[in-house]
Structure formats: C-alpha cells, structure tokens
T-cell receptor, first 110, second 111 residues
Framework: DAGITQSPRYKITETGRQVTLMCHQT?????MFWYRQDLGHGLRLIYY???????DKGEVPDGYVVSRSKTENFPLTLESATRSQTSVYFC?????????FGPGTRLTVL | QKEVEQNSGPLSVPEGAIASLNCTYS??????FFWYRQYSGKSPELIMF????GDKEDGRFTAQLNKASQYVSLLIRDSQPSDSATYLC???????????FGAGTTVTVRA
C-alpha cells in the first residue's frame, strides 16, 4: 500500500524493556519525523531525519534512539521504557513542505 | 513566547454556522503555513496550506494569511457535525523544513 505505515498500532510494555516502533513510507520522501502527542502538550518532535544516515534531535529526544539505514524506514527505539513515555507516537514524512502522518502507535508503559 | 499560538478552545458552533480559527506565529520570516485536522484517536490530516498573503479557498474551508500581522486563520463555512475535530496550525520557520505546531483548537459543531 502506498503511503506511510506504522507498526505496531498498539503496544503495552513494562518499564525497563526495550521497544521499537516501526515507520515505513513508500513515497521516497527525504525527510522523516517522529512525534509524540500527549494531552496538554500537543505534538512534540522527538527526532527527525533529512536523509538516510542523517538524523538529528528534536524537542524531546531523551530516552529515544533512531536510525535510518534506508530512505523508506525510520524506526524509533525506546532503550529502557519509562512510564512517562506512555503516549501516542506519530511518524511523518515530507518531500519538502507538506508533512503526511502515519496512523500512529499507542504505547502504554506499565 | 511559543512559536505558534492558537486561540484557546474549545469552540462550539451550531450546524450551518461559520467556525473561525486563529493562529499567530512568532518568526516573521516564515513562508509556509498549514492547517491540519485531527479527529479523536486519529492522526493529523492536512486540509489546507497557504504560502501567499490573502485568502485561499477549498470547498467550505478558507485559509487567510497576513504576513505583516503574522496571522493565519481558517474559516469553516456551513459547519457540519463531521467538522468536529481538533484543528492544528503549523508553520515552517525560515531556513527550516520542520513544522512548528500550535497546541490546537477543538471545534464542536452542534446539530
């Protein structure tokens, strides 16, 4: 399917566990982003990438790691999950201006 | 000062009325402006973008941009219950490609 997909859509994990959220886009967009969305905070940028092998920190990067070995994939890893990382995570991509969002992953850390 | 500010909601309008959403931004050199709609439990969906001063119309939606006042708005004419959602204003600052988002305004259209 064309577009941007995320997996899993829902995830429950425990504190201290490593979790990887996947993001895949079929447009060959250069730029990709990870956001988290929490009540009272809106969308906050975690990490972004301008191209394969180029990543940079956003507003709230602590506790997260990203990689981008291929243009179409941009996984986000929580190295040791904490309760404060319970959130909805959105991946997005853009060619230059218009960002398109994936369906989101709802993550609960117990 | 936050980069992008939206009028606080929630905004409740009767069906058929005009919903007016406002957004101001701090970086005068910003060139690209977007309105996203987000239904509860869903991802943001782009509904309008505007780059030039003035009005841009798309169906029942009109985006208005005034760069001198650093102000962008969204009008929803003939509001429908299906327009009930949170509307996010987003701006690309100069020399950047990352979006800065406002906190969003929740609109409820009363049948």
């Amino acid at each position: 399917d064309a577009g941007i997909t995320q997996s899993p859509r829902y995830k429950i994990t425990e504190t201290g566990r490593q979790v990887t959220l996947m993001c895949h886009q079929t447009w060959s967009h250069s730029y990709m982003f990870w956001y988290r969305q929490d009540l009272g905070h809106g969308l906050r940028l975690i990490y972004y990438s301008a191209a394969a092998d180029i990543t940079d920190k956003g507003e709230v990067p602590d506790g997260y790691v990203v990689s981008r070995s291929k243009t179409e994939n941009f996984p986000l890893t929580l190295e040791s999950a904490t309760r404060s990382q319970t959130s909805v995570y959105f991946c997005a991509s853009t060619d230059r201006d218009t960002q398109y969002f994936g369906p989101g992953t709802r993550l609960t850390v117990l | 000062q936050k980069e992008v500010e939206q009028n606080s909601g929630p905004l409740s309008v009767p069906e058929g009325a005009i919903a007016s959403l406002n957004c101001t931004y701090s970086d005068r050199g910003s060139q690209s402006f977007f309105w996203y709609r987000q239904y509860s439990g869903k991802s943001p969906e782009l509904i309008m973008f505007i780059y030039s001063n003035g009005d841009k119309e798309d169906g029942r939606f009109t985006a208005q941009l005034n760069k001198a006042s650093q102000y962008v708005s969204l009008l929803i004419r003939d509001s429908q219950p299906s327009d009930s959602a949170t509307y996010l204003c987003a701006v690309i600052p100069p020399d950047d490609y990352k979006l800065s988002f406002g906190a969003g305004t929740t609109v409820t259209v009363r049948a």
